[in-house]
């Protein structure tokens, strides 16, 4: 079924037009009729019209042939079961009173009911063949597929397989456009968005243009991921990231990564079933972008990550950690042992690090690889708590830590932070295009002055003047955040030296706290007067 024929199908429902329903349904290989959508809406109380068409989408789009889904309002509930069988399409809608809602809860001979909707074929069949008063039977109209439905389903299973592919949306959104297909206007909006240089007025437009689009259609384009998923997002016309519980995500996961091109999945809520989950779920290594987020706050507490040891994200690119306690052992083996060999971007936001694990992590080939590290520990007195050995240890890993084409490095609030370490850090990161961190001081700047693909970093310490203007010096220099850490008299001298730069010097914004600050807004139109 194609999409524009899904909301032909729903507005004729809505408005009992015989023959725009016969003319959708036909398209959608149905003989569809007043009589059929009148009786579903005579059976439920609670499925609205949507609902029930997704629902026959999917039988009829699926290898299975099955489509499930349960509803529920206070005491009331219901499930819904279609079929696609022979020459025709049945659809049933019961109450049921059992306290998990699923097609046995309604029709016990149905029992036992699988998640892998193909081991309940031959009993669904049998079902969909009784002459029950809850059952409403469709006939099928058999059609041979068009080729440009053909020529969809394979722009899309491309462009699931390479999300980048800017090409295969450009012909999808021509085709779809062709019938009128939101989803067109959607991928095209979001193509020429991007393309657009910054400040240009149409993003206002373009913008609205799309959050309009998406407030009206946002749930038929979700698709399964609407129905299965705590949140969804979309970008350009697709899914674009989901939260959802681990179980639910081992049950529908192949099967939303196979029909959108999702970037991000969180799984939520974190904890040791749900990692125990994750492992046993091989789909997972189908994943680009992972974020595994605990409670936090007063719920925070350490969930081992040992069942995901050694397991393959083979695709993953990007992964966030946020609010999770990695420390021990546990902690040195996760990172030790994470085999992730696209990873790009690694992200520990709010948790609490611990000097196991960053030895482990120094010890990973992964590494050599990545572009991204950013840790945001707010927790400076982590380091005394982990024990007398937790420098000594973060000395070590910090020595042996080597990230070739790290590009942007950010540490904010890390128990481990020192002029020292950074120092070995940057020296052994050559193409840093980023650096922001605390506790800096004139070693690290020694090995900073010497990324020449350096563009913005923090001054957070006082260093001599001659090093100062090796910094200045740096030919793609654009950003410069200076912190209230430095001393009064020393920020003074930064700020004179940054007001004498030449009109073509390519610093374009400095933050800077104070009254320097307001002065310095006026010579670098992008700067802030407040501390970073």
């Given at each position: ?11 004729a ?12 349904g ?5 003989a569809?009729?007043l009589d059929h ?19 026959i989408?999917?039988?009829?789009a699926n290898?299975?042939?099955?489509a ?8 009331i509930?219901?499930?819904?079961l279609?079929v ?15 306290e ?13 009911w ?6 309940n ?7 969909a063949s009784r002459d ?21 389903r394979?722009?899309?299973?491309q462009?699931v397989?390479?999300p ?13 456009l062709?019938?009128?297909?939101v ?10 968005l991007k ?13 609205h243009?799309?959050?309009k689009?998406v ?14 998923a ?13 939260t959802i519980s681990?179980?639910k ?6 099967e939303l990564?196979?029909s ?22 091989p789909h997972?290594?189908?994943v680009?972008s ?17 069942p995901?040891?050694?397991?393959r ?9 946020e609010?999770?306690?990695?420390l021990g052992?546990?902690?040195?083996h ?7 060999p696209?990873?790009?971007?690694l ?15 120094a010890?990973?080939?992964?590494c050599?690889t ?5 840790i945001?520990?707010?927790a ?6 982990l ?11 910090f020595?042996?830590?080597a990230?070739?084409n790290?590009?942007?490095a ?15 850090l940057?020296?052994?990161?050559p ?11 004139p070693h ?9 693909a350096?563009?913005?970093t923090?001054?957070?310490?006082p ?7 090796e ?15 430095i ?6 001298r930064?700020?004179?030296r940054?007001?004498?730069l ?5 610093l374009?914004c400095?933050q800077?706290p ?15 007067g407040?501390?970073?």
């Open positions: 079924m194609r999409e524009a024929d899904f909301e032909a199908i729903e507005e429902w809505q408005y009992n037009d015989a023959t725009g329903l016969a003319e959708a036909s398209r959608a290989g149905l569809l009729s959508v009148h009786a579903l809406d005579e059976r439920s109380s609670l499925f609205d019209r949507k609902v029930i068409v997704s629902a989408a999917e039988a009829l290898d299975a042939g099955i499930t889904r349960g509803a529920e309002r206070g005491w509930k219901e499930v819904l279609v696609r069988h022979g020459d025709r399409l049945t659809i049933g809608i019961k109450p049921v009173a059992k998990t809602v699923s097609p046995p809860g309604g029709w016990p001979e149905l029992k036992p699988f998640k892998d909707l193909a081991k074929r031959a009993r669904a069949e049998r079902w029950y008063e809850e059952l409403v039977h469709v006939p099928l109209v058999l059609t041979e597929p068009r080729a440009t439905d053909v020529d969809e394979t722009l899309i299973a462009i397989e390479n980048h592919d800017r090409d295969a949306r450009l012909v999808l959104a021509d085709r779809l062709e019938r009128e297909d989803r067109g206007d959607l991928i095209r909006f979001d193509l020429e393309q657009l240089a910054a400040g240009d007025p149409r993003h206002l437009e373009l913008a243009q799309i959050e689009l407030a009206e259609h946002g749930q038929r384009l979700a698709g399964r991921a609407g129905e299965v705590e949140q969804y997002t979309l970008a350009g016309g697709f899914v674009d990231a989901i681990a179980t995500f081992q049950s529908y996961g192949d990564l196979r959108q091109p999702i970037r991000r999945v969180k799984i939520a809520p974190y904890n040791e079933d749900a990692v125990e989950t994750l492992a046993a779920t997972l290594a189908r680009r992972l974020v595994l987020a605990s409670a936090g706050g007063r719920y925070e507490r350490e969930v081992a990550l040992a995901l040891y050694g397991f994200f083979e695709r993953l690119e990007e992964l966030v950690m609010s999770l306690l990695t052992e546990d902690g040195e996760w990172f030790e042992k994470l085999d992730a696209r990873l790009r971007s992200h520990v936001d709010l948790g609490r690090l611990g000097s196991l694990a960053l030895h482990g992590l010890r990973n080939a992964l050599d990545l572009e991204q590290l950013a945001t520990l707010r400076r007195g982590l380091g005394e708590r024990g007398g050995r937790a420098d000594e240890i973060a000395d070590v890993a020595t042996r830590l990230l070739p790290l590009r942007v950010r540490f904010e609030g890390c128990w481990f932070s020192s002029d020292a370490r950074y120092a070995q940057v020296r052994k990161a193409k840093l295009v980023v650096f922001e961190a605390e506790q800096l001081g690290t700047y020694e090995q900073l002055v010497r990324c020449r350096l563009e913005r923090s001054l957070d310490a260093i001599p003047q001659p090093l100062f203007d910094l200045l010096a740096l030919p793609r220099l654009h950003t410069l955040l200076v912190t209230d850490r001393p009064e008299r020393e920020r003074q930064f700020a004179e940054l007001l004498a030449p009109p073509r010097h390519p374009r400095v800077f104070g009254e320097h600050g307001r002065r310095l807004a006026k010579r670098f139109p992008k700067s802030s407040f501390a970073p």
